[in-house]
């Protein structure tokens, strides 16, 4: 049982790690593009690739989290096993509607012209 606890643990800082490394790649790129549009150079393409990594990242990271928690609901052994259970439930579904919403936008790609 303690190990179920250590690889819980584990899979949520990893959930944790692949978001903040998404986010600090995606700050990179995001500067390194508007510094090409000071520049007069067109960037449309580049914050579209930048906004499908971000949200790869973020939904990778979710899918961590998620994992993280069922393991960690199904190891409980207390009276509360039920509401606890309806407390994951719920986060699951905001989880999911967040990742569906992101995939739903990343599969929206405006037309472009560069």
Same mark, same amino acid.
């Given at each position: &049982?303690?190990?179920? !606890?250590? @690889?819980?643990?584990? +899979? ?6 692949? +978001?903040?490394?998404?986010?600090? /790649? *995606?700050?990179?790129?995001? /500067? ?5 549009? &000071? !520049? *007069?150079?067109? /960037?449309?393409?580049? %914050? %579209?690739?930048? %906004? !499908? &990594?971000? *949200?790869?990242?973020?939904?990778? *990271?979710?899918?961590?989290? =998620?994992?993280?928690? $069922? =393991?960690?609901?199904? &190891?409980? #052994? @207390? ?6 259970? +309806?407390?994951?439930? $719920? +986060?699951?579904?905001? #989880? @999911?509607? $967040? ?16």
């Amino acid at each position: &049982m303690e190990l179920l !606890h250590h @690889t819980s643990f584990a +899979i949520s800082v990893l959930g944790a790690l692949v +978001i903040a490394y998404g986010v600090l /790649v *995606g700050l990179l790129h995001f /500067v390194r593009s508007e510094v090409h549009a &000071m !520049h *007069g150079v067109k /960037v449309d393409a580049e %914050r %579209r690739d930048l %906004r !499908h &990594m971000l *949200g790869y990242y973020l939904l990778l *990271g979710l899918e961590f989290l =998620i994992a993280a928690d $069922i =393991i960690d609901t199904l &190891m409980e #052994r @207390t009276l509360n096993g039920f509401n606890d259970l +309806i407390a994951l439930g $719920i +986060i699951i579904v905001i #989880r @999911t509607i $967040i990742s569906w919403s992101l995939n739903t936008e990343l599969k929206v790609v405006p037309d472009v012209k560069n």
